[in-house]
């Protein structure tokens, strides 16, 4: 068990909607990353926060968006939602912004029908 | 763009078998490589390479990474059910700070 926790574990959405992601990092990890993974694929690399400023953005639209909030938990928002978002959403926290060791929390299994 | 590719994608192996899992890689400017176990949802972190030859030992996993051909192996011997999971492998490029990925192995021991 990492300690990285979030929520909702699961979501059903319909095409259009908007959706907010909620993690909370590690105790002490000050930056958090999120992963976007499909059926059958490794993670993509979707953004990164540290320290509340965005520091890596991978190809996603900006309808893909994110917080970090003071105490170092953050928020993935999807707008506009499309039937290729349905994955499995994975938010990573570590201490740095440049450290590469991820502990990854269960995810959020988003649906969009 | 990295890349990274993982073979064999799935494999069947008996309780007891070895098991070696490669990942070959491109990367513009090479920091690291990881390999991370998934059994259900969370990835969970296994090694973290960074110099060629030297091999990262946890109980009955290991790995290597060889820097000059650009490919990592993930060795698990002595198989038990419990091994069943995704292995993932991921490089990390100097010039950012994300995780690139490849498909993973997908590892299947039964008894």
């Known amino acids: 068990e990492t300690g990285v926790t979030q929520s909702p574990t699961h979501l059903i959405k319909t095409r259009g909607q908007q959706v907010t992601l909620r993690c909370s990092s590690q105790?002490?990890?000050?930056?958090v990353s999120w992963y976007q993974q499909a059926l059958g694929q490794g993670p993509q690399f979707i953004f990164q926060?540290?320290?509340?400023?965005?520091?890596g953005r991978g190809n996603f639209p900006p309808r893909f968006s994110g917080l970090q909030f003071p105490n170092y938990s953050s928020e993935l928002n999807v707008n506009a939602l499309e039937l290729d978002d349905s994955a499995l959403y994975l938010c990573?926290?570590?201490?740095?912004?440049?450290?590469?060791?991820?502990?990854f929390g269960s995810g959020t299994q988003l649906s969009v029908l | 763009e990295d890349k990274v590719v993982q073979s064999p994608l799935s494999l069947v192996v008996h309780e007891g078998d070895t098991v070696t899992l490669n990942c070959s890689y491109e990367?513009?400017?090479?920091?690291?490589l990881l390999w991370y176990k998934q059994e259900k949802k969370a990835p969970t972190f296994l090694f973290m390479l960074?110099?060629?030859?030297i091999e990262k030992k946890s109980g009955r996993l290991s790995s290597i990474l060889d820097k000059k051909e650009l490919f990592s192996i993930l060795n698990i011997t002595a198989t038990q059910t419990g091994d069943s999971a995704i292995y993932l492998c991921?490089?990390?490029?100097?010039?950012?700070?994300?995780?690139?990925f490849g498909k993973g192995n997908q590892v299947v021991v039964i008894p």
């Open positions: 990573a926290s570590s201490l740095g912004g440049g450290n590469e060791k991820l502990f």
């Open positions: 105790s002490g990890h000050n930056t």
């Open positions: 926060y540290y320290r509340e400023e965005e520091n």
């Open positions: 990367v513009t400017n090479f920091r690291s």
């Open positions: 960074t110099s060629s030859g």
């Open positions: 991921a490089v990390v490029d100097y010039g950012n700070n994300r995780l690139a």
